[in-house]
């Protein structure tokens, strides 16, 4: 009866803490995490993930480095290793060609990866420019260009648009990139550093309009500058390329039967998995997934709603403590059910 009660208790603090917020999830076309072996090898050959048609090909100065990149954004769980490339002479890039390349009339297409830049800034050729571009009928970059004060920006074609955001060495920033592919303009629209997990930012960092966005087939990590690249995701909506990570049971919410799979895994070290209840792929079950799930409490995945991000409830801590401890006396019960690689613009 005392179970029960605590329960309920949960329960009633749970609907006084959060409001319900929703937003709008599908699948990734493309994802590659770069979960490859040989860390100090060239990346050159590898083809892991999925949604690409070939393996990585181009220049032999990008090496698979160890672990991910520190996330800039919590929750972005990253997982696998992630691609290095130090300082170089001239311009440079390697390729992947997706299976089924974007731009189909009326769609949209979402774009994001990892990015930071290394060793000396604008050290390499060019300023030592450095992008992740998507090179179709009309190249889509995303970097710090030569000429930029350091900036990093959207180029599409010919055309530039700057953010406020300063490429520091050493530090990664979260890039989200929208197209849409209509009729007439392609609009393009860059999200620095987006909440992961939240409905789609009002407003973009920087936007490009371009006559010529009709299809994107290939991804290319490009630039002279000293950079490294983590976690490409590709899909059709913002949810899918940053999404909710505590949707444990994969119904589609994330509710009080999500937090119920956290608390029976609560302890779990070492090899977890989401269905666990680990939503920062740490391979643990530990309070930092309780406050991602937090965090995240309400959001409900269905295709065609969005609206905005709920924030913590002062509640936050004594539920986690609550939880804690209702995981712990079950356990104890018994009960654990800019940039063209080719010219160097952006400059």
Wanted: aromatic share 10%.
């Amino acid at each position: 009866m005392g179970c029960v009660r605590r329960t309920v208790f949960l329960a009633a603090l749970l609907s006084t803490s959060f409001g319900r917020q929703s937003f709008a999830i599908a699948a990734l076309i493309a994802h590659d995490d770069f979960a490859y072996v040989g860390v100090g090898s060239d990346l050159h050959g590898n083809g892991g993930g999925f949604g690409f048609a070939d393996s990585w090909s181009g220049n032999t100065s990008y090496n698979i480095a160890s672990g991910s990149l520190n996330s800039p954004r919590d929750p972005l769980p990253l997982v696998g290793n992630s691609v290095s490339g130090v300082a170089y002479g001239d311009n440079r890039g390697i390729d992947r060609t997706l299976s089924v390349p974007l731009g189909v009339e009326g769609t949209s297409a979402y774009v994001s990866f990892v990015m930071q830049p290394q060793g000396i800034l604008n050290q390499g050729a060019y300023n030592g420019w450095f992008g992740l571009a998507l090179r179709g009928s009309t190249d889509i970059v995303v970097g710090m260009g030569s000429f930029s004060g350091n900036k990093y920006g959207l180029e599409v074609g010919f055309e530039q648009a700057l953010t406020s955001t300063i490429a520091v060495v050493g530090k990664p920033v979260f890039c989200v990139l929208r197209i849409d592919f209509t009729e007439g303009v392609d609009p393009v629209y860059l999200y620095m550093n987006p909440q992961p997990g939240a409905a789609e930012p009002s407003a973009a960092t920087a936007s490009l309009i371009n006559l010529n966005v009709n299809f994107v087939n290939r991804v290319s990590l490009t630039g002279p500058g000293g950079s490294a690249f983590d976690a490409i995701r590709i899909g059709t909506t913002f949810a899918d390329v940053a999404p909710a990570t505590s949707d444990f049971d994969g119904d589609g919410d994330v509710d009080g039967d999500d937090l119920a799979l956290w608390r029976t895994g609560f302890g779990t070290a070492g090899a977890a998995t989401a269905g666990d209840g680990d939503a920062d792929a740490d391979g643990n079950v530990d309070g930092r997934d309780f406050l991602i799930w937090q965090r995240q409490f309400g959001f409900d995945l269905t295709p065609g709603t969005i609206t905005a991000v709920p924030e913590p409830g002062r509640g936050g801590p004594l539920i986690l403590g609550l939880a804690i401890a209702g995981s712990a006396l079950r356990r104890r019960a018994g009960a654990r059910a800019y940039m063209d690689g080719r010219s160097g613009a952006l400059c």
